[in-house]
C-alpha cells in the first residue's frame, strides 16, 4: 500500500523499555517520569488517523511528559553525519545531541504509522516523506528538533558534512526550517560551527563558502555570535576511524 | 450527713475507675490496632537481607524486554526467532526468591541457553579495564564485538538485579557485593556469559588491554585472565591480537614487552594459539585523540602510517 517499511515490531516494548532505560541508567538526573503514559501519548499521536495527517502539535503531549531541562553548552545540532555525531558526542556524557534526549531516545532509529478508522498498527507498510510530508515520523522529528532547539542554551554547536552533496547546510532541512527558527536568542551567548570533511571526501564546502556562508549570515543577520572551523581536530580523528 | 458523704465519695470513686478502665481499654484497642494496620507495611523491608551494593534496578522487567526487543528486532534481525518473554522469565527464574550468595550457574543455564547466538569469526573482541574506550571503539566499527555488545552482555550491561527468600522476591533496595558472597547474581552470570562468549569465538580474536594501570595491562584475577583465555577454543580459534592501549599522555606504566604480557603470551603459545601484539594500536587510539587533539601523539591519520 505505502512504499516504506512497516511500524516496526515490538514497538510498544521497545518505546517503554528504552524509556524506563533513560530515567534508571542513561540518564537518572532526569528524575521520575511515568513511561506508560509516555507511550500512550505517544501511540495517540498517530492512531486512529489517516496516515498522511499527522502534525507535529500531535505529539505535544508526549513532549511534555517527556520534557527535560538540556545542560547549557552541550547541545549539538547536525546535518547529514548521525553516526559520527552520535560517536562525537559520546551517549551523551559530552554532548547532548536530539537523539540522546529522552524524547529524541525513545524514538531513534524506528520506524511508525497508523491507519484510519483503527486503533492498531500498520505493520506492512508507511508512508515515505514523498509520499505525504504529514506522516508519524517526519512530524515527529519535526515536533523533537523545535522542541530541542527551544531547550538549548548557552554555546551551541553545529556539525555539518563538508562533503555532502547538495552542500553542508541543506536547504529544506531540519536545522534550516525547525531548529534556527527556533532557537532563543537571550539563551545562547554563541553557536560554533563546524564543517567536516569525508576522509578522502571531497572538500565540498567550507567556512565562507556557498552554503556555509549562506548559514553563517543567516545567524548574525538574526544577532548571534557565529564562529566557524574546518575540519575540527577533535571530530577528524573519528572520521580517520572508518 | 456523714452517710451522704460516704456515698457520694464510694461514687466518685467508682466512677473514676470506670473512667481509669475504659481508659485503659481504650489503650490497649489502640495499640492492638495500630500493631494490627502497620505489621502489614512493615512485613517487606525489614524482613529482607541487606547488602553493601546498589539494589535491583527499578522496572527491570520493562528494560530487559525493551531491550532485548530492541536488539533482535532494530539490530539484529537475524535473530528475529528470539523470544524475548521467555527470555525475560528465564532470567527472573534464575534468580527470584532466591538467597543471593547461593546462585549457581545450573540458574542461568536456561537463560544462557535461550538467548545465545553464534559470533562471526575473526569478530570477538576481548578487554580487561578498558570498558570505556573498547566500547566506543566498538559503536563506532562493527567489526569487532565485545560480549556487551552480544544479547546476553546487551540486556545486562550496567544493570543489576538480586533475590531474596521474602516476598516480592526481588531485592530492590541493596545487593550482594563480591566480597560480601562470590556466588551472587551478578559474578555468577557474568562469569557464565564470559566462559560462553570465549568459547563461541573463531579465528582471529583480538583482547584490549590498558598499558597505563599499576597493577599490570594482564592480571590473572581478572575475568579475561581467569575465564576467558582459558575457555578459548585452540580448534577454532587460531590467533589472538593484543591491543595494548596507554592513556594519552601516559602514564606508560606497560607496553608489549612487559612483564604481565609476557605472561599472558607465554599461557597462550602453551595452549597453541599465535601472538601478535601491538602497542596503541592506531585506530582505537584515534578515538583516544578525540579528546586529546593537540598531544604530540595525536597527529592526523593522512600523516600516519
Same mark, same amino acid.
Given at each position: 500500500?505505502?512504499?516504506?517499511?512497516?511500524?516496526?515490531?515490538?514497538?510498544?516494548?521497545?518505546?517503554?523499555? *528504552?524509556?524506563?532505560?533513560?530515567?534508571?541508567?542513561?540518564?537518572?538526573?532526569?528524575?521520575?517520569?511515568?513511561?506508560?503514559?509516555?507511550?500512550?501519548?505517544?501511540?495517540?499521536?498517530?492512531?486512529?488517523?489517516?496516515?498522511?495527517?499527522?502534525?507535529?502539535?500531535?505529539?505535544?503531549?508526549?513532549?511534555?511528559? @517527556?520534557?527535560?531541562?538540556?545542560?547549557?553548552?552541550?547541545?549539538?545540532?547536525?546535518?547529514?553525519?548521525?553516526?559520527?555525531?552520535?560517536?562525537?558526542?559520546? *551517549?551523551?556524557?559530552?554532548?547532548?545531541?536530539?537523539?540522546?534526549?529522552?524524547?529524541?531516545?525513545?524514538?531513534?532509529?524506528?520506524?511508525?504509522?497508523?491507519?484510519?478508522?483503527?486503533?492498531?498498527?500498520?505493520?506492512?507498510?508507511?508512508? @515515505?516523506?514523498?509520499?505525504?510530508?504529514?506522516?508519524?515520523?517526519?512530524?515527529?522529528?519535526?515536533?523533537?528538533?523545535?522542541?530541542?532547539?527551544?531547550?538549548?542554551?548557552?554555546?551551541?554547536?553545529?556539525?555539518?558534512?563538508?562533503?555532502?552533496?547538495?552542500?553542508?547546510?541543506?536547504?529544506?532541512?531540519?536545522?534550516?526550517?525547525?531548529?534556527?527558527?527556533?532557537?532563543?536568542?537571550?539563551?545562547?551567548?554563541?553557536?560554533?560551527?563546524?564543517?567536516?570533511?569525508?576522509?578522502?571526501?571531497?572538500?565540498?564546502?567550507?567556512?565562507?563558502?556557498?552554503?556555509?556562508?549562506?548559514?553563517?549570515? *543567516?545567524?548574525?543577520?538574526?544577532?548571534?555570535?557565529?564562529?566557524?572551523?574546518?575540519?575540527?581536530?577533535?571530530?577528524?580523528?573519528?572520521?580517520?576511524?572508518? | 450527713?456523714?452517710?451522704?458523704?460516704?456515698?457520694?465519695?464510694?461514687?466518685?470513686?467508682?466512677?473514676?475507675?470506670?473512667?481509669?478502665?475504659?481508659?485503659?481499654?481504650?489503650?490497649?484497642?489502640?495499640?492492638?490496632?495500630?500493631?494490627?494496620?502497620?505489621?502489614?507495611?512493615?512485613?517487606?523491608?525489614?524482613?529482607?537481607?541487606?547488602?553493601?551494593?546498589?539494589?535491583?534496578?527499578?522496572?527491570?522487567?520493562?528494560?530487559?524486554?525493551?531491550?532485548?526487543?530492541?536488539?533482535?528486532?532494530?539490530?539484529?534481525?537475524?535473530?528475529?526467532?528470539?523470544? %524475548?518473554?521467555?527470555?525475560?522469565?528465564?532470567?527472573?527464574?534464575?534468580?527470584?526468591?532466591? #538467597?543471593?550468595? #547461593?546462585?549457581?550457574?545450573?540458574?542461568?543455564?536456561?537463560?544462557?541457553?535461550?538467548?545465545?547466538?553464534?559470533?562471526?569469526?575473526?569478530?570477538?573482541?576481548?578487554?580487561?579495564?578498558?570498558?570505556?574506550?573498547?566500547?566506543?571503539?566498538?559503536?563506532?566499527?562493527?567489526?569487532?564485538?565485545?560480549?556487551?555488545?552480544?544479547?546476553?552482555?546487551?540486556?545486562?550491561?550496567?544493570?543489576?538485579? %538480586?533475590?531474596?527468600?521474602?516476598?516480592?522476591?526481588?531485592?530492590?533496595?541493596?545487593?550482594?557485593?563480591?566480597?560480601?558472597?562470590? /556466588?551472587?547474581?551478578?559474578?555468577?552470570?557474568?562469569?557464565?556469559? /564470559?566462559?560462553?562468549?570465549?568459547?563461541?569465538?573463531?579465528?582471529?580474536?583480538?583482547?584490549?588491554?590498558?598499558?597505563?594501570?599499576?597493577?599490570?595491562?594482564?592480571?590473572?584475577?581478572?575475568?579475561?585472565?581467569?575465564?576467558?583465555?582459558?575457555?578459548?577454543?585452540?580448534?577454532?580459534?587460531?590467533?589472538?591480537?593484543?591491543?595494548?592501549?596507554?592513556?594519552?599522555?601516559?602514564?606508560? /606504566?606497560?607496553?608489549?614487552?612487559?612483564?604481565?604480557?609476557?605472561?599472558?603470551?607465554?599461557?597462550?603459545?602453551?595452549?597453541?594459539?599465535?601472538?601478535? %601484539?601491538?602497542?596503541?594500536?592506531?585506530?582505537?587510539?584515534?578515538?583516544?585523540?578525540?579528546?586529546?587533539?593537540?598531544?604530540?601523539?595525536?597527529?592526523?591519520?593522512?600523516?600516519? /602510517?
Amino acid at each position: 500500500k505505502w512504499k516504506g517499511e512497516g511500524t516496526t515490531q515490538n514497538l510498544e516494548s521497545i518505546v517503554i523499555g *528504552r524509556c524506563y532505560d533513560y530515567i534508571r541508567i542513561v540518564n537518572p538526573a532526569v528524575g521520575e517520569k511515568n513511561c506508560s503514559q509516555i507511550w500512550e501519548a505517544f501511540k495517540n499521536a498517530f492512531i486512529n488517523k489517516d496516515p498522511c495527517s499527522i502534525l507535529p502539535k500531535d505529539y505535544e503531549l508526549f513532549i511534555n511528559l @517527556t520534557l527535560h531541562t538540556i545542560p547549557p553548552n552541550k547541545s549539538l545540532f547536525w546535518e547529514n553525519n548521525q553516526l559520527l555525531v552520535n560517536s562525537f558526542a559520546a *551517549r551523551g556524557r559530552r554532548y547532548m545531541s536530539v537523539g540522546d534526549t529522552l524524547f529524541g531516545f525513545v524514538g531513534d532509529f524506528l520506524n511508525w504509522c497508523g491507519q484510519a478508522d483503527s486503533p492498531g498498527l500498520d505493520y506492512e507498510s508507511c508512508p @515515505t516523506m514523498t509520499e505525504c510530508e504529514n506522516n508519524a515520523v517526519d512530524s515527529f522529528w519535526r515536533m523533537a528538533s523545535i522542541t530541542y532547539a527551544q531547550h538549548s542554551s548557552g554555546v551551541i554547536q553545529v556539525l555539518l558534512n563538508g562533503s555532502a552533496e547538495g552542500g553542508a547546510y541543506p536547504q529544506p532541512g531540519f536545522f534550516a526550517d525547525y531548529e534556527i527558527p527556533n532557537l532563543q536568542k537571550d539563551k545562547i551567548s554563541q553557536i560554533v560551527i563546524w564543517v567536516v570533511d569525508d576522509i578522502e571526501g571531497p572538500d565540498a564546502d567550507s567556512c565562507g563558502t556557498n552554503s556555509v556562508k549562506t548559514l553563517e549570515t *543567516r545567524l548574525k543577520t538574526l544577532g548571534f555570535d557565529v564562529t566557524c572551523t574546518d575540519n575540527y581536530k577533535s571530530v577528524m580523528f573519528l572520521l580517520c576511524l572508518d | 450527713m456523714p452517710l451522704q458523704q460516704g456515698s457520694a465519695r464510694v461514687r466518685q470513686r467508682t466512677v473514676l475507675l470506670v473512667g481509669i478502665a475504659v481508659l485503659l481499654a481504650a489503650l490497649v484497642l489502640a495499640v492492638v490496632l495500630a500493631s494490627l494496620l502497620t505489621h502489614g507495611r512493615h512485613e517487606v523491608s525489614p524482613k529482607m537481607l541487606k547488602w553493601k551494593d546498589r539494589g535491583t534496578t527499578k522496572n527491570l522487567q520493562e528494560v530487559i524486554l525493551g531491550r532485548c526487543y530492541n536488539y533482535i528486532t532494530a539490530q539484529h534481525p537475524e535473530l528475529g526467532d528470539k523470544d %524475548c518473554l521467555k527470555i525475560w522469565e528465564s532470567l527472573k527464574d534464575a534468580f527470584i526468591y532466591k #538467597n543471593p550468595c #547461593n546462585i549457581t550457574p545450573e540458574d542461568y543455564q536456561p537463560l544462557m541457553e535461550l538467548a545465545s547466538h553464534p559470533i562471526p569469526c575473526n569478530k570477538s573482541l576481548f578487554w580487561s579495564k578498558t570498558g570505556d574506550l573498547v566500547h566506543r571503539y566498538t559503536k563506532s566499527n562493527q567489526n569487532f564485538l565485545t560480549l556487551e555488545d552480544t544479547l546476553l552482555g546487551y540486556m545486562a550491561d550496567r544493570v543489576s538485579w %538480586c533475590g531474596d527468600p521474602s516476598a516480592p522476591g526481588i531485592n530492590y533496595e541493596s545487593c550482594p557485593k563480591r566480597n560480601e558472597c562470590e /556466588s551472587n547474581p551478578g559474578s555468577v552470570f557474568w562469569k557464565m556469559a /564470559s566462559k560462553m562468549f570465549a568459547e563461541a569465538a573463531c579465528g582471529v580474536v583480538q583482547v584490549m588491554l590498558n598499558g597505563s594501570v599499576e597493577a599490570g595491562a594482564f592480571r590473572s584475577s581478572s575475568i579475561f585472565g581467569s575465564i576467558e583465555i582459558f575457555n578459548l577454543d585452540p580448534d577454532k580459534v587460531t590467533e589472538v591480537h593484543i591491543w595494548l592501549m596507554q592513556n594519552i599522555g601516559g602514564p606508560q /606504566s606497560e607496553s608489549c614487552s612487559g612483564q604481565s604480557i609476557q605472561r599472558l603470551i607465554s599461557i597462550l603459545e602453551e595452549r597453541n594459539f599465535r601472538i601478535i %601484539c601491538e602497542d596503541n594500536y592506531r585506530p582505537v587510539q584515534l578515538l583516544q585523540c578525540v579528546h586529546n587533539p593537540d598531544h604530540t601523539d595525536c597527529r592526523l591519520c593522512t600523516n600516519s /602510517s
